[in-house]
């Protein structure tokens, strides 16, 4: 009983024990999702901007611009009619419980009679009109990026159209010939009912609330129409109050300035680090701008993507990363790298990344998008040798990485060769950020190329060979043949011929111990034989040696003379005596 026991319990322990290797080997080896690009509602380029419109309920997005009361302005995107403008239209409305005009009565407008429905004449326009310019509503900085439009109104009184050009202005609409749109943005003066188109969902903020439009109304002269939510254009009057309807909203429209927007995120103005909340910009939440500039430095994202090199960053400035999941803010300065696991994430990869820094209280965000390396560039290198050189390093062929350097390439002349002094001046395609430097028995190439290199090296020089030299008849002292170049010497020094060695430095005077010293006979070339001391490193004047042979070839000149004339004088005695002789005989 006791054995089933333990047997169980060490078959329990086996179990738990694989259960946990499996779990871990399921968890270090499971891979992490890659990242996918931000949605169109949640990242837009400057021209994806354009693509949003109302002319469908499910088509437009919303983004922030100026204040009303407490709470950041938002606007639905109704298109676009120019590259560098986009026509707005207000989400909630600027102004709430506000007649169209306080009075019925005809008045004057630009020199004639006009009615109380007259858009241009009325105290709403002039209401609008103090709205473009009042700080509570638009900073100093966004008054500038709204541009004004020209828009024509039809004339009930004089039957007639005219223009007016504002920032803020109404929407226009027909209730007799009602398409199911309300219209903005530039129209014609032959056709007032043109423009870009908004469709009911967005005419109105509550069910029962009433929007001003700037039409007349007909059969009145103090009618004016307004837009009901849900497709409905009626006729009010122009000094209706909410204590006979639900309320009369002022939701206007006007055309934003784009010209220094390069995107929109669904990531708010960044103001601390951390993973950002994602505005729902075709709910209650809209797309902020960002407008460029060129002061808060540059990013630049690894070819791997998973690092982004910063540069120049100024403080208060922050890396933003945005993909489908979600948004990051890291506060950056300086020049440094971030690492894509800095900011919890795997890799940059299908990330949008950009530098920001907002000025809250012109409630504008500046950016810098962050650019993508390129895959690095290969650049082949070859170097092209001769038979009177060799290359050393066996490297004269390589492919390199951009920004990499090559090999060090070492070449040296063959035996008998040397490299003359303008030897470098003649190498042909030694550019592109390859130099050249000198070693102890020849050169070496080296750098970090720029582009393809082809380097072909010139032919090295041969050492010239002297000539024995036939002995002198005349001034046999002359030292001659000094090879500038390779150092080598020819001399003639009492009919010796003397060869120096490369190394050693030459003078009339003296030469270094190691010489090639021979002494021919008259009309034969010159045999020699080597004399050095390279131990003691004593030096051997030439011309004293030289000149002590020609005194003992003197001497021995001087005693064959003395002996032949010796000979003659005992000849000339042995010949007396044998006269003297044959006389006594």
């Not at 039957?159 to 202005?169: E, G, M, R």
Request: proline share 3%; glycine share 6%.
């Amino acid at each position: 009983m006791k054995k089933t026991r333990n047997t169980k319990r060490k078959l329990r322990t086996v179990l738990l024990a694989t259960t946990i290797t499996l779990t871990a080997f399921s968890q270090c080896c499971t891979t992490a999702h890659a990242a996918l690009l931000p949605t169109a509602n949640q990242f837009a380029t400057k021209l994806n901007l354009g693509n949003f419109d109302t002319a469908h309920s499910t088509t437009s997005a919303k983004i922030y611009f100026g204040n009303s009361g407490d709470n950041r302005q938002k606007w639905w995107i109704v298109g676009d009619q120019n590259k560098d403008g986009l026509i707005l239209f207000a989400d909630e409305p600027l102004m709430r419980n506000v007649v169209f005009d306080s009075s019925r009565n005809k008045r004057q407008y630009e020199g004639k009679k006009v009615n109380a429905n007259h858009w241009g004449a009325s105290e709403i326009r002039k209401m609008l009109k103090e709205l473009e310019t009042n700080t509570s509503y638009f900073s100093k900085a966004e008054q500038k990026l709204m541009n004004e439009t020209t828009i024509y109104t039809d004339d009930t009184l004089n039957n007639s159209v005219y223009s007016t050009t504002d920032k803020l202005y109404l929407a226009y609409g027909d209730m007799e010939n009602n398409d199911g749109f309300l219209k903005v943005g530039k129209n014609t003066e032959d056709n007032i009912n043109s423009g870009l188109r908004i469709t009911g969902k967005f005419w109105g903020a509550g069910t029962m609330e009433w929007a001003w439009l700037r039409a007349p109304g007909k059969n009145v002269d103090f009618g004016v129409l307004c837009a009901i939510r849900y497709n409905t254009i009626t006729q009010s009057f122009v000094n209706s109050t909410a204590d006979i309807y639900n309320g009369y909203i002022v939701k206007p429209a006007f055309e934003l300035n784009m010209s220094s927007v390069i995107f929109a995120s669904a990531a708010p103005a960044v103001s601390t680090e951390g993973k950002l909340k994602l505005q729902n910009v075709t709910g209650d939440g809209a797309f902020t701008l960002r407008y460029s500039t060129n002061t808060i430095g540059s990013a630049l994202i690894s070819y791997d993507k998973t690092k982004v090199k910063l540069t120049n960053v100024p403080a208060n400035t922050y890396l933003v990363v945005q993909n489908r999941d979600g948004a990051w803010a890291k506060t950056v300065a300086g020049t440094t790298s971030i690492l894509a696991q800095d900011m919890g994430l795997d890799n940059f990869e299908n990330c949008k990344v950009w530098l920001e820094t907002t000025d809250f209280a012109e409630r504008k965000t500046y950016a810098t998008l962050a650019t993508s390396a390129k895959a690095p560039q290969k650049y082949s290198v070859k170097v092209t040798g001769n038979t009177s050189l060799n290359i050393t390093s066996n490297n004269e062929t390589q492919k390199v990485t951009e920004d990499t350097e090559i090999q060090e390439i070492t070449f040296e002349p063959v035996q008998d060769y040397y490299f003359p002094e303008n030897y470098i001046d003649s190498i042909q395609g030694l550019t592109n950020g390859l130099f050249i430097k000198k070693t102890k028995n020849g050169f070496t190439i080296f750098g970090t190329p720029t582009a393809d290199i082809n380097i072909i090296l010139p032919e090295a020089t041969v050492i010239p060979k002297i000539p024995d030299p036939i002995i002198p008849t005349e001034n046999p002292d002359k030292i001659e043949n000094i090879h500038t170049e390779t150092k080598y010497v020819s001399k003639r020094v009492n009919g010796y011929h003397v060869q120096q060695n490369p190394s050693v430095e030459v003078s009339k005077e003296n030469t270094d111990s190691q010489d090639i010293v021979s002494k021919p006979e008259k009309g034969e070339s010159v045999k020699t034989e080597v004399k050095s001391d390279h131990k003691t490193g004593n030096k051997t004047d030439i011309k004293t040696g030289i000149k002590s042979k020609s005194l003992l070839r003197g001497i021995t000149v001087v005693l064959s003379t003395l002996g032949f004339i010796i000979i003659i004088i005992i000849g000339k005695k042995r010949k007396d005596t044998e006269n003297t002789d044959e006389l006594r005989n």
